[in-house]
């Protein structure tokens, strides 16, 4: 067999192999939310959501076209402290006027964690279920799947998930601005 047909089958077997692997290490969407591993590989897609990549995610944000929610989690400092500890707060740096809704990403919110989500979506976006929103996390990190997942399961129609998240922002060479996690303006009788 002359060589230039034995490099070209090499080449075929080689690319097969390449292909083949990379569907292998695709990561399904899963029917629910994601209840562990947060940090690991997340899918290319969300059904009912745009998928955005960095490219995008700047256009939306220049244009002021979305409302960007960051749903990083967030450790406050415990109170029961003791006396002196010192305590540093973990500093965040988030895309410009981005809401905070920390916690707001695991995959089984207790009550009072999904009416603060609730709350804060209808105070960002207005009764708009149509209203473009776009969340975002860190890079490979499965919160902002699962949040923009309950957006669409709650009825919004304009999600957007941003799975590069801040880390693929600042790699981007975008600004960013310290975060402290949003507080409700609404009151609750």
């Not at 997340?42 to 995008?56: F, H, I, Q, R, Y």
């Not at 960007?68 to 006027?97: C, M, S, Y």
């Not at 709350?119 to 149509?130: I, M, S, V």
Request: contains cysteine; glycine residues 8%.
């Amino acid at each position: 067999m002359p060589g230039w047909i034995k490099n070209g089958m090499l080449g075929c077997v080689v690319a097969m192999m390449a292909t083949a692997s990379a569907v292998a290490e695709t990561v399904p969407e899963p029917e629910g939310y994601r209840m562990e591993s947060y940090r690991s590989d997340v899918p290319e897609t969300l059904s009912g959501a745009t998928v955005l990549d960095t490219k995008k995610a700047i256009a939306l944000w220049k244009d002021k076209a979305a409302v960007f929610i960051d749903v990083l989690p967030h450790d406050p400092k415990p109170a029961n402290l003791p006396a002196g500890t010192i305590w540093k707060e973990r500093l965040r740096q988030n895309i410009p006027g981005s809401a905070w809704l920390a916690n707001t990403g695991y995959g089984v919110l207790n009550s009072q964690t999904e009416t603060y989500f609730r709350d804060a979506l209808r105070e960002l976006l207005g009764e708009e279920k149509d209203r473009k929103v776009a969340f975002y996390c860190q890079e490979h990190c499965w919160m902002s799947w699962n949040a923009a997942k309950r957006a669409v399961s709650w009825g919004y129609r304009s999600v957007y998930w941003y799975p590069p998240g801040s880390d693929g922002w600042i790699a981007a060479g975008q600004p960013t601005e310290n975060a402290t996690p949003y507080k409700l303006q609404i009151t609750r009788p």
